[in-house]
């Protein structure tokens, strides 16, 4: 039988590791949304976003509101942070003039 307070430690442990692992799938998913909307056609606009909806549907049927969140906090600094950049990038590659 295990110790109460290793079994709440291990706990804790686990749940820290959920919630910072949601946050880098969130960056990961959002980096690719944000990346296949830039850069593809037409058709892989329309797949990236409706992957990332569907995924983002999933999570809000069956996640629990923490995982839910960490999910939500990670996608959406990643389309933040590499949706501007790439809008920033776009802005300074083109000649002035």
Do not use: C, H
Request: glycine share 16%; proline share 2%.
């Amino acid at each position: 039988m295990m110790n109460p307070v290793l079994a709440t430690v291990l706990e804790v442990l686990g749940i820290l590791m959920r919630f910072v692992g949601l946050i880098v799938l969130g960056l990961g998913t959002g980096w690719m949304a944000a990346d296949a909307y830039r850069k593809g056609m037409w058709q892989l606009q329309i797949v990236a976003v409706l992957g990332f909806f569907a995924l983002v549907a999933v999570f809000v049927r069956f996640a629990t509101a923490g995982a839910l969140g960490a999910f939500a906090l990670g996608s959406g600094i990643g389309v933040l942070v590499w949706g501007l950049r790439a809008r920033g990038e776009t802005q300074e590659d083109t000649p002035q003039g």
